[in-house]
């Protein structure tokens, strides 16, 4: 259990091969930064964009009409993530699918990098999962400023008031809509951080447990695989929480473009607007 324990022992997780690496290092400069564990999650994410560039580059370096098994895999998940991104969003959807499918298998990849023997998922890193909320924050405010001008953005901060009790509303509704934008990164980062931080957990106490059942019956190398359905719902988990992700991400940005007042008093997306044949 002592080689599952995490950094300076605050945690328990499964050792990778940077943890492993400081038990074959003999230089004290390399192991002191080794154990520190600092750099662990930036060089495993930086494996995780590797491969992602490696994958899509290899995919899309020799396109033919009747495409290969990369090429075809390629092309089945960006036109999947265009699909349900246009579904959610509309036709208006089209220029943010880049972003938020990027940022869909950007996630998944490194949620599953975890489950590889010797590797680590990165969004057990609070660091990393707060850093993807902040530019879903920074991504959905540019836009809002992009689309809406300042005034029109001020506008919609300030609950879009339009008349007397509109105006009067102004001095509670601003506050709110303030904290509310402010509240998206950090719930999205800590759901995401949470749920992964915690299939890690649970892999690494029943892979544990699994080796100490052996050493019970003086077996000594070796374990009893009690993780192993645990890994299929770590599967699992990882997609729904990169698919939550970017979901919430593509209703932050939707809530937050120009929106037609329809008769009634409705608000609705301009492409049901648009949709809808013009009266006589």
Not at 80 to 106: A, K, N, R, T, W
Not at 117 to 130: A, D, E, M, R
């Amino acid at each position: 259990m002592e080689a599952a324990a995490g950094r300076e022992g605050s945690s328990l997780e499964l050792p990778n091969l940077l943890s492993l690496l400081t038990h074959f290092t003999h230089n004290e400069a390399w192991r002191r930064v080794l154990e520190e564990g600092k750099w662990a999650d930036v060089l495993f994410t930086w494996a995780v964009v590797l491969f992602l560039a490696v994958f899509f580059r290899l995919a899309s370096r020799r396109r033919a009409l009747m495409p290969g098994r990369l090429q075809n895999v390629a092309e089945y998940v960006v036109q999947s993530l265009h699909d349900f991104i246009v579904g959610v969003m509309g036709p208006q959807g089209e220029p943010y699918v880049p972003f938020l499918g990027s940022l869909f298998i950007y996630i998944l990849a490194m949620n599953l990098w975890g489950l590889v023997p010797g590797l680590k998922s990165p969004t057990v890193n609070l660091n990393t999962t707060l850093s993807m909320g902040l530019t879903v924050f920074l991504y959905v405010q540019w836009t809002g400023i992009r689309r809406l001008g300042v005034v029109g953005y001020l506008d919609h901060m300030a609950g879009e008031p339009r008349d007397l009790i509109g105006w009067a509303m102004v001095p509670l509704m601003l506050p709110l809509h303030l904290i509310g934008e402010l509240a998206k990164p950090v719930s999205l980062s800590c759901r995401l951080f949470g749920n992964i931080f915690g299939e890690d957990i649970l892999l690494a106490v029943f892979t544990g447990l699994g080796i100490t059942l052996l050493q019970l019956v003086h077996v000594p190398y070796g374990g009893i695989p009690l993780q192993l359905p645990f890994i299929f719902l770590a599967m699992l988990t990882s997609v729904v929480q990169a698919l939550i992700f970017t979901l919430l991400s593509t209703i932050y940005i939707f809530l937050m473009l120009p929106h037609e007042q329809h008769e009634g008093g409705g608000a609705g997306p301009a492409h049901a607007r648009a949709a809808r044949p013009e009266s006589a």
